[in-house]
């Protein structure tokens, strides 16, 4: 058991269902060496290696961009269709994986800080809804939390998300302003055409919250 994955399963587990979780992990977490030496220079294809966060272009510039107002990596809507995208596009994995430089840092009751280990999580492109909420307090951190900041992208790397759950520019809304960006390689855009629509309403409010860099880039 790596450090990393330990410290998951004691941070994020509770007695009760400490073998959900660690089943989970078991199944899932992707590890520092198959991500260093596979994983991460995959994501290099499709995100811009200097970027960091936003308001950074995260995308290659040969990537067409949807966006939509975020919140979490996931709602059970957006998975489906972002599901039916990758099985169209050839995929076969995909990886959930923390930004290392949103990784948030909280005090504890006792003053001292605990710094979260970074999430990365390898799933089956064919994986079903229930399966990923399947982690207990894992899932929750992974799904739920509002606070944390996530690429995901899969093994064709023909497309990827970047959740910037956290992204927050008070001078547009003061309530934050969370944003979900999905590139895509222009010759599978009509998948991704076909399998996301948005509201006007929502056009119209993420071009207020649009960084600059990214208004030439929407589709």
């Not at 060496?33 to 970027?51: G, H, N, R």
């Not at 930004?99 to 003053?111: R, S």
């Not at 855009?189 to 309403?201: A, D, H, W, Y």
Request: net charge neutral; charged share 30%.
């Amino acid at each position: 058991m790596g450090k990393s994955f330990k410290n998951i399963l004691d941070l994020l587990s509770e007695p009760q269902t400490r073998d959900i979780s660690e089943k989970y992990l078991n199944r899932y977490w992707l590890d520092k060496k198959e991500w260093k030496s596979y994983w991460q220079p995959l994501k290099d294809k499709i995100f811009a290696p200097e970027s960091v966060c936003l308001p950074d272009m995260m995308f290659k510039k040969d990537f067409a961009l949807f966006i939509f107002i975020g919140g979490v990596v996931f709602t059970e809507d957006d998975f489906k269709a972002l599901q039916k995208c990758m099985l169209e596009a050839g995929d076969k994995w995909f990886v959930i994986a923390e930004n290392k430089h949103t990784q948030p840092v909280i005090i504890g009751e006792n003053g001292k800080t605990i710094v979260h280990p970074l999430l990365r999580f390898k799933f089956p492109a064919e994986i079903t809804w229930d399966e990923l909420l399947n982690g207990g307090l894992i899932s929750m951190e992974l799904f739920e939390t509002s606070y944390k900041e996530f690429f995901v992208f899969g093994s064709s790397a023909k497309w990827g998300k970047y959740a910037a759950n956290e992204y927050w520019d008070r001078s547009v809304d003061p309530a934050g302003t969370p944003l979900d960006i999905i590139g895509f390689k222009p010759e599978i855009s009509s998948i991704f055409q076909k399998n996301f629509k948005q509201l006007k309403e929502e056009q119209e409010k993420i071009k207020e919250w649009l960084p600059p860099k990214y208004k030439d880039f929407i589709k």
